[in-house]
């Protein structure tokens, strides 16, 4: 079984930035994809950012530019630079781990941060 942790939301002006962190831990031989995905009210759950164990990452395009997603394997850590946030920019953020191990592999959510930017 997998733990998915976030941590970092909160409350910040248009403009403002935030790091959210996330990291998992449980039993696994490895994580694959890490990422983040936000689920505004009303909307649907939509993918972020994400990067593959090796480094390659992939962008919504509404916060190309402005969101940077960065790991730290040794730490099963993923995290997520928000700048120039926008009140559109407000969500709940999860964290999604990609699990290998003997039963396969799984998507494993972490229980969600909320970040709402506002005056």
């Known amino acids: 079984q997998v733990q998915v942790v976030e941590s970092g939301g909160g409350l910040v002006q248009p403009g403002g930035s935030l790091r959210l962190s996330c990291a998992a831990s449980?039993?696994?031989?490895?994580?694959?994809?890490m990422g983040w995905y936000r689920q505004a009210p009303g909307k649907q759950r939509e993918l972020v950012a994400t990067?593959?164990?090796?480094?390659?990452?992939n962008y919504a395009d509404s916060v190309k530019g402005r969101f940077t997603i960065s790991r730290d394997n040794a730490k099963n850590t993923v995290y997520l630079q928000m700048n120039v946030l926008q009140p559109e920019d407000t969500a709940v953020y999860y964290c999604?781990?990609?699990?290998?191990?003997?039963?396969?592999?799984?998507?494993?959510w972490g229980q969600g941060t909320q970040v709402t930017v506002s005056s």
């Open positions: 999604n781990a990609v699990s290998l191990s003997t039963t396969g592999r799984k998507s494993n």
């Open positions: 449980g039993i696994y031989f490895r994580l694959e994809t």
């Open positions: 990067m593959t164990s090796g480094g390659s990452t």
